[in-house]
């Protein structure tokens, strides 16, 4: 069986050094409120698909934009019920990307797993799958047909591609995310609080001292970088994941976001995501402030987890939005998640959309076999659009 490592950081490099950093001398930006709805203070200020020049501008102060009703709501009921069906039926297993071995056919012949039933909070510690302490479903992208769908949906690749100014573009290949509710139905503490809360965190999906830095160092660094993603064969699901933290750096003068998208209501004490707003103005500034310190300790990192003291946490706001809504932010905000406290489960998927693939390359057409079979095996029918954002056609 192939191996995958986490997104984040392995346990080897937890076990650095750690070096001395004083948080007196971290570049603190001013910070920066984010406009609530004004029909609804509950949820942050969003906009349709059709207001470009609202949403536009928002995105440029902010660093980030909500776009709501981004999917239907019989498309929200789809999506939450193929995350409950991907846990139910184990598909976030690593067997069913590699196959089971033998030996795991025996095991699982013996004595079958107890199930994980959506409807039965007491089996939702039966064999949950990894990473629940961020949110994340296990370590497998999702290629089940709503999530399918959800990639290539007409409205969420506009606003990417109107953000990013280009319309040929490529759609990544990415996780559920699903916090368990930590409070019961009457607001008290439950006794899952201590298992199922996750972690309150902040972190960078790209390295942010390469990133800012035109250096002979850093050129090196992404020169590497890129013909590591060139080589990449996507056998091990985990390279669907460096495409998304490999995005070379601030001289290339390329729009870099990310998103994900809301399938239920999600009010700030459900927990999820957060960000420091306005960030995307000021990376370079706290980059330099912290180079000898969270710098050296995480120059080889290309996802970047920011030190617990950092000031940068008094300045984290959660960004809530409703049901269908898609949040989309520049990849340099810094960013993370809160854990949940109320008796409602956060419930999403990640997405990203890039500069597409030159489809002649070796690494596009080892994407497009593995992306072609995992479409096939879903039975979806892709819109021409769809094809070519999972770079199976070429734009022209």
């Known amino acids: 069986m192939g191996g995958i490592t986490s997104y984040f950081t392995s346990a080897a490099e937890e076990e650095e050094a750690e070096l001395p950093f004083d948080p007196s001398t971290v570049y603190v930006a001013p910070k920066v409120d984010i406009p609530l709805d004004e029909s609804d203070g509950r949820y942050v200020k969003s906009f349709t698909v059709e207001q470009v020049q609202d949403y536009r501008a928002f995105f440029q102060e902010f660093g980030f934009v909500v776009i709501r009703d981004a999917l239907s709501p019989e498309e929200c009921v789809a999506s939450i019920d193929e995350v409950w069906s991907f846990l139910e039926t184990r598909g976030y297993k690593l067997q069913e990307w590699y196959g089971p071995t033998d030996h795991e056919k025996q095991a699982n012949a013996e004595r079958p797993p107890a199930p994980i039933q959506r409807d039965d909070p007491s089996t939702w510690d039966n064999d949950w799958p990894p990473m629940s302490h961020i949110g994340i479903v296990g370590y497998l992208p999702v290629f089940s047909k709503q999530a399918l769908a959800n990639r290539q949906n007409m409205k969420i690749y506009s606003v990417f591609s109107t953000l990013m100014q280009r319309k040929d573009l490529m759609v990544n290949h990415d996780r ?10 009457d607001g008290s503490e439950s006794s899952n609080d201590g298992k199922w809360r996750t972690s309150y965190s902040l972190h960078w999906d790209l390295n942010p001292w390469r990133y800012t830095v035109d250096d002979e160092r850093s050129r090196k660094h992404v020169a590497e970088l890129r013909d590591t993603m060139r080589a990449l064969t996507y056998k091990d699901p985990n390279e669907f994941y460096q495409e998304n933290s490999e995005i070379g750096t601030e001289q290339d003068e390329v729009v870099n976001l990310q998103g994900l998208i809301n399938f239920a209501d999600n009010q700030v004490e459900d927990g999820g995501f957060q960000t420091v707003v306005s960030f995307h103005r000021h990376l370079g500034k706290w980059a ?10 995480n120059k080889n990192r290309c996802m970047v987890r920011i030190d617990c003291d950092d000031p940068l946490y008094t300045q984290a706001q959660r960004v809530s939005m409703r049901a269908g809504s898609i949040v989309i932010w520049d990849q340099r905000m810094a960013h993370g998640s809160a854990p949940n406290n109320s008796s409602n489960p956060r419930i999403c998927q990640f997405i990203k959309m890039s500069p597409a693939l030159d489809l002649g390359s070796r690494q596009a057409k080892h994407r497009a076999m593995v992306v072609q079979s995992k479409v096939d095996a879903a039975d979806i029918e892709l ?9 199976l056609r070429p734009w022209n």
């Open 176 to 185: 559920f995310g699903l916090f368990r509710p930590t409070r019961n139905a």
């Open 383 to 391: 819109t021409d659009t769809g094809k070519c954002l999972f770079g």
């Open 288 to 297: 330099e402030s912290t180079r000898d310190s969270q710098g050296i300790r």
